[in-house]
């Protein structure tokens, strides 16, 4: 189970959403800002959803010993307690100052946030669902925590971070006895700020995994063999590669699980989502002499659905004889059967003998990079500029498309939004040709990029 946390500043009805969650009236809630004053912890649920809830005293933009400097330290202490934050602004007052000093020690703190605009029933809401794309905390859900509505999209928001904290539970647990569990006491509780690159290794049975981790961690910890499913219990590792502390998880480690050879298949997959919602780069290992097979592709796919960097391997180098003819071939099937994760490098290695490990280090390190990157507003501004005389949108039923703006919303995953007139009309191939030229034009292989297209009203 995770534990969310509702801040933002006084009034904007955090604890009616409190309440909501929780069922109960066991916050008090009065039309007078700040009448909060203390955490109040709850059991909340959604549908079948069930998590801890804190409800926290607004944050105000005041340092001082007063009652707002308390209130501020209160919510700073339920968002280290929190794995997820729940940024509340109100949709009919607008952006107000205070809330963009909220969503700056938020993104100091590099929590995981969710920004909802409450209130946000009836049109006035719009422009402030617009606005609120400025703070850089990705797109606003629609809330109205007095009538109850946006619970089902914080639901859908909630499920896979509730499920990466499940498999974050599992793969802290003592009894993993392969862990080398060198986690910090002190380690923040937050995925996203954890210190070690997360790196999930997947790929069908027998790729090679276990033996590419026990090459990197440098000594037989996991088991390997020549049978598919031999490899015990190992959810994760931790390990320094090269002076990066990495935790890489391995996916294998459930398959003894599985009785029959049918069930290996699906058992893989499922445990390669797990890794994939958990990773930040997401290592595809292949086995040279049966490359891209269904399970891979299928797992790449959901790594760059997942929004996860992901490099590709080619595994057992060592066996190919003739490596020229066989990288061309490769390439060239890359394309063909992996046309989503165009730019992402690809890599030969021999998790055997070792070659190739120097290779693979600095591409996860490079798409780890490009993952987090941000791009300035000036500079996005100027090439969207570029973008558009060289290859003006198409005019269709005669409609002039304008894009007038574009800003870079998150990172991790990169996701921009352009704002334009007639959205739904914007052509997949134009939105294509925007995504390729972001790639390009800012030299970002090896990661989603996710381009929203807005309606400037
Ligand atoms: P996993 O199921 O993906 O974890 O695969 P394993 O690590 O258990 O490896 C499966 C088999 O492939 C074992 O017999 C390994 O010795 C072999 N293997 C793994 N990597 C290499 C490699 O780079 N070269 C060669 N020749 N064999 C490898």
Redesign the pocket.
């Known amino acids: 189970s995770f534990t969310l946390a509702i801040v933002g500043r006084p009034n904007v009805g955090k604890s009616t959403l409190f309440n909501r969650l929780v069922g109960k009236k066991l916050a008090l809630v009065d039309d007078q800002p700040g009448v909060t004053r203390d955490l109040r912890e709850g059991q909340g649920r959604i549908a079948d959803l069930r998590f801890t809830v804190i409800d926290s005293a607004g944050l105000e933009d005041a340092t001082d010993d007063s009652l707002q400097g308390r209130m501020r330290r209160l919510t700073e202490r339920a968002v280290e307690m929190a794995d997820v934050c729940l940024f509340m602004i109100d949709a009919r007052a607008g952006l107000l100052p205070a809330d963009e000093v909220f969503a700056d020690i938020l993104r100091k703190k590099n929590a995981n946030v969710i920004l909802a605009a409450n209130k946000a029933e009836g049109k006035a809401a719009d422009s402030t669902i617009l606005e609120a794309f400025a703070l850089g905390l990705g797109e606003p859900i629609r809330l109205s925590a007095e009538h109850g509505e946006g619970l089902g999209e914080l639901m859908d928001r909630l499920r896979p971070l509730s499920e990466a904290f499940a498999a974050r539970e599992e793969a802290n647990a003592p009894e993993t006895d392969v862990d080398v569990g060198d986690d910090d006491e002190d380690a923040p509780r937050i995925p996203t700020k954890a210190k070690p690159l997360q790196i999930a290794v997947v790929?069908?049975?027998?790729?090679?995994?276990?033996?590419?981790i026990?090459k990197i961690i440098g000594e037989e910890r996991l088991l390997?063999?020549?049978e598919?499913?031999?490899?015990r219990d190992a959810i994760s590792v931790s390990q320094e590669w090269d002076g990066v502390p990495m935790r890489i998880f391995?996916t294998?480690g459930m398959?003894k699980k599985a009785k029959v050879q049918e069930k290996l298949e699906k058992l893989s997959v499922s445990d390669g989502l797990r890794a994939v919602k958990f990773a930040e780069v997401v290592v595809v290992?292949l086995d040279v002499e049966i490359p891209f097979e269904q399970q891979d592709l299928r797992i790449a796919d959901l790594a760059e659905r997942e929004g996860r960097a992901v490099v590709v391997a080619v595994?057992?180098?060592?066996?190919e004889t003739e490596k020229q003819s066989k990288l061309k071939d490769l390439r060239q099937s890359f394309e063909r059967l992996l046309p989503q994760l165009k730019g992402a490098p690809l890599v030969t290695?021999?998790?055997?003998?070792g070659k190739g490990l120097d290779r693979l280090h600095q591409a996860i390190m490079r798409a780890h990079d490009v993952w987090n990157r941000r791009v300035s507003t000036a500079h996005l501004n100027r090439w969207l500029t570029g973008m558009l005389e060289q290859h003006p949108p198409p005019a269709p039923g005669g409609r002039r498309i304008k894009m007038r703006y574009a800003t870079q919303v998150k990172t991790r995953p990169p996701a921009f939004v352009v704002m334009t007139s007639f959205p739904d009309m914007v052509p997949e191939s134009y939105k294509r040709y925007l995504v390729n030229g972001l790639r390009e034009d800012f030299d970002m292989p090896g990661t989603p990029i996710r381009l929203y297209l807005r309606d400037q009203g």
């Open positions: 790929g069908r049975p027998n790729a090679g995994k276990s033996t590419l026990n390997t063999g020549p598919a499913g031999i490899t391995d294998a398959r290992l595994n057992k180098w060592d066996v290695v021999s998790a055997k003998t």
